[in-house]
């Protein structure tokens, strides 16, 4: 999953309309931005610091890039003018002015070295577009008319598999106000074009990302759906390609900018539905799901957005923002949905549509109501009715010799229910067909009444992944008090976000006993059966969680109170031998034991003191010293454990380094002796 660290404002902008666009530095962690079309700047993204700038002589038609070919950074001046200088050139304007008769449109970077991409759509290496400027011979005057008639976007440089390398770009022409995507090949000078044109909607958000095949082109409509269209292929689909999946979470009747951040990754920043602020989404274009999202309390129409290492820049009004994100490991059990079966769906369910335009059409044509009528009267004749299955008489063996399998597959159903958290879907073909849901840890009890197992199980069958159902149903539980399921969830599902998490456990720590986490270890009471509330305690301990990302949250929810009851629950959990976590399935070890309870809790120690060191710090609390001195005395007991093992590491060391293989077969397999004869 990917998640959203931290936001900060970077730098502001002068003019948004002059506003050419950024690019990236030679420095990891760098970025070029054109802030206008007479000053470029060099930020550090991480430190916010400004470290080189430049005011132009002449007015930027595009954005200075750097190339790695001759180390320089390349501006375009005026379409028909090229400067090049390096990070020590005080004054641009000394440097020499290389001009061209052909009107350039961008210099695109690439990691080798830069390309020159004209207006005509021709494109050649900077280095070979220098040698060769002297011999062009073209109009002036028609150059001139060519750049104005047309606008050249987003140029990307693509390697696909075989090693080949394609140049993409958007065009659109301003006359006839066509819009379509240029796709060149840097070999052989191969050109393709790709109308992107739908009936009755417009397009709202374009980009191409890279996929696991080779470059996509990613496009969203005003009717909210994404189409995805593979560039690596020879392809016979239309040049919108494949319908994937709608995009509700955000309104696509304003503009969307749309970025690829990296393989089957792209960023989508738009505005909310009632034009309450804008997001900014992390959208997954394998499995078509949004793995993360960043609010913003106002929506601007300006916006770019470009992506280096761990940071999205977004360019939004006259303010250049760095939201900082991480590529976490993918779960895909979270984002196709945890609980979603084949067997739950019904055959119609099952059924795939690709929509495109021809079936779009066909769906538009509405044909004759009379005959839809009676289509739709014979297929209502055909379904049973449940009236129908109550009326019917129960089996005596004389007159009815057998009960009707509606019946038998009713009251099945209503005893499953009851007793095992399954489901069952058709009895039809005998008890092979009987369909029923099994639970991953062994503490899962289920859903205690019907009400909260509808809710459950529609959610499970909505395909929803468990960071969504666990959104949803413990914050609908935790604002009701109802800690027996909040239990339920904990324990149900494993993928929990880290500010449910944390939420959780000041839930847990609020309705937990005093007398639950006492400083002294525990003897004979701990074989006792624990409260309910003591066991959600140990439930949310027992959840994996990421040590970066809860410390905000256990930073908002928890106080000085929880955090000294939690450093005293703790210190039993890692010193008393008879008391475990319970054991659960994990995404990173099947089940708890003796020695995982115990680094679970120098884990959340970690993060416990990371997120209140300030606080824990200036606090005179005795009892709270009094709990810090036994952990302390806890980790001199480890050091002194550790020690003697120092002197292991240099005999291991030497060991490893002295000793050699023989080899089993000597190349040497003759000798040679001088003998002298008297």
């Known amino acids: 999953m990917s998640k959203f660290l931290s936001y900060y404002n970077l730098f502001p902008i002068p003019d948004p309309n002059e506003f050419l666009g950024m690019a990236a530095d030679k420095e990891r962690g760098n970025v070029i931005t054109t802030l206008a079309r007479n000053v470029v700047v060099i930020l550090n993204i991480s430190t916010q610091k400004q470290l080189h700038s430049w005011s132009m002589p002449e007015k930027l038609s595009a954005k200075v890039i750097y190339d790695p070919n001759s180390q320089k950074y390349v501006g375009v001046f005026g379409n028909h003018a090229i400067r090049l200088w390096d990070v020590d050139t005080p004054d641009v304007a000394k440097c020499k002015k290389l001009k061209f008769q052909k009107s350039i449109g961008h210099v695109v970077y690439t990691d080798q070295e830069a390309l020159v991409l004209y207006s005509d759509g021709y494109c050649q290496t900077l280095s070979k577009a220098l040698e060769s400027r002297k011999n062009q011979r073209e109009d002036s005057a028609e150059q001139l008319a060519l750049a104005a008639s047309k606008t050249l976007s987003k140029p990307t440089v693509h390697t696909l598999s075989e090693g080949q390398r394609v140049l993409t770009y958007f065009e659109e022409k301003h006359a006839t106000g066509e819009f379509c995507l240029i796709r060149r090949s840097l070999s052989n000078s191969s050109k393709r074009s790709y109308p992107l044109k739908r009936e009755a909607v417009r397009l709202t958000g374009h980009a191409v990302v890279e996929g696991d095949a080779g470059p996509q082109l990613m496009t969203i ?19 919108t390609g494949q319908f994937v999946s709608m995009l509700a979470e955000l309104n696509v009747e304003s503009k969307l900018s749309v970025y690829g951040l ?14 309450e602020g804008a997001s900014l989404l992390v959208y997954n274009t394998q499995f078509k799901v949004v793995n993360a999202k960043q609010y913003f309390k106002v929506y601007l129409d300006f916006s770019r957005l470009w992506a280096r290492d761990e940071h999205i820049l977004l360019a939004m009004g006259q303010n250049i923002a760095a939201v900082r994100y991480r590529m976490n490991d993918e779960l895909l059990v979270d984002m196709l949905g945890s609980q979603l079966n084949e067997t739950h769906l019904t055959p119609i369910e099952l059924d795939h549509i690709n929509e495109e335009e021809s079936l779009e059409a066909a769906i538009k044509f509405g044909g004759n109501s009379r005959s839809y009528n009676t289509l739709k009267h014979t297929k209502q004749s055909k379904q049973p009715s449940n ?16 009960e009707s399998p509606e019946i038998s597959e009713r009251e099945l159903n209503e005893v499953i229910k009851h007793h095992v958290d399954g489901e069952l879907l058709q009895v ?13 840890n062994y503490y899962d009890e289920g859903p205690q009444n019907l009400a909260v197992q509808s809710i459950v199980r529609q959610l499970e069958r909505s395909g929803a992944g468990e960071q969504e159902i666990t959104e949803k149903l413990l914050t609908l539980f935790i604002k009701t008090q109802n800690t027996e399921h909040v239990l339920m969830c904990v324990r149900r599902y494993t993928n929990i976000s880290e500010h449910m998490l944390a939420w959780c456990l000041r839930y847990a720590l609020d309705n937990t006993p005093t007398a639950a986490t006492n400083g002294e270890a525990p003897d004979d009471k701990v074989a006792e059966p624990a409260p309910v509330n003591d066991e959600l305690l140990n439930a949310v301990l027992a959840c994996s969680f990421n040590s970066a990302a809860i410390e905000k949250h256990l930073k908002h929810r928890l106080e000085l109170s929880h955090i000294q009851r939690l450093l005293r629950h703790l210190y039993i959990l890692a010193t008393a031998p008879n008391v475990l976590l319970e054991e659960r399935p994990n995404q990173n070890n099947a089940s708890l034991g003796n020695t995982p309870t115990e680094l679970q809790a120098f884990q959340w120690l970690s993060v416990l003191l990371t997120s209140h060191i300030t606080l824990l710090t200036i606090s005179k609390d005795e009892e709270l010293m009094a709990v810090l001195t036994q952990w302390s005395e806890l980790f001199q007991i480890y050091k002194s454990t550790l020690d003697p093992l120092a002197m292991v590491v240099p005999l291991l060391t030497n060991i490893i380094e002295r000793h050699q293989l023989k080899d089993p077969y000597p190349t040497m397999w003759y000798g040679i002796e001088k003998v002298k004869l008297y």
Do not use: C
Request: proline residues 3%; glycine residues 6%; hydrophobic residues 40%.
């Open 262 to 275: 990296s393989r089957n990754f792209a960023a989508i920043y738009g505005a909310n539905y009632g034009q």
């Open 387 to 402: 009236s129908q299955t109550t009326d019917l008489p129960p089996a005596d063996g004389k007159t009815v010799a057998f």
């Open 221 to 239: 409509w005003s009717d909210k759906r994404i189409f995805m269209l593979n560039l690596a292929e020879r392809s016979h689909e239309s040049a």
């Open 428 to 440: 039809v073909h005998g008890l092979e067909d009987v369909n029923i849901t099994l639970m991953s």
